[in-house]
């Protein structure tokens, strides 16, 4: 999400960034601006990776086991990778 969010590539979203990439139509431009104030834990008018991930992770309900699973599998596909290019 934050690549394709962060039009200016530092790293972090803006509210500008943030309102252009998650504006579909369900929520309202208030609305927005509030999931955005409360997914900035450290208050810097900016939402970074940390704070997107501890935002969407309290809400994967069932799928946080289906992820995990799935960053397993790519842990165990990376490392398989590394020992046949050596």
């Given at each position: 999400?934050?690549?394709?969010?962060?039009?200016?590539?530092?790293?972090?979203?803006?509210?500008?960034?943030?309102?252009?990439?998650?504006?579909?139509?369900?929520?309202?431009?208030?609305?927005?601006?509030?999931?955005?104030?409360?997914?900035?834990?450290?208050?810097t008018?900016?939402?970074?990776?940390?704070?997107?991930?501890?935002?969407?992770?309290?809400?994967?309900?069932?799928?946080?086991?289906?992820?995990?699973?799935?960053?397993?599998?790519n842990?165990s596909?990376?490392?398989?990778?590394?020992?046949?290019?050596?």
């Amino acid at each position: 999400i934050l690549r394709r969010a962060d039009k200016n590539d530092d790293g972090k979203l803006s509210f500008d960034e943030f309102k252009s990439y998650f504006s579909d139509g369900v929520l309202t431009a208030e609305e927005l601006k509030e999931l955005f104030h409360t997914m900035d834990t450290h208050n810097t008018d900016n939402v970074d990776t940390d704070e997107l991930c501890e935002y969407f992770s309290q809400h994967l309900g069932e799928y946080e086991n289906v992820l995990a699973a799935l960053e397993e599998l790519n842990m165990s596909i990376l490392k398989a990778m590394d020992k046949t290019k050596k």
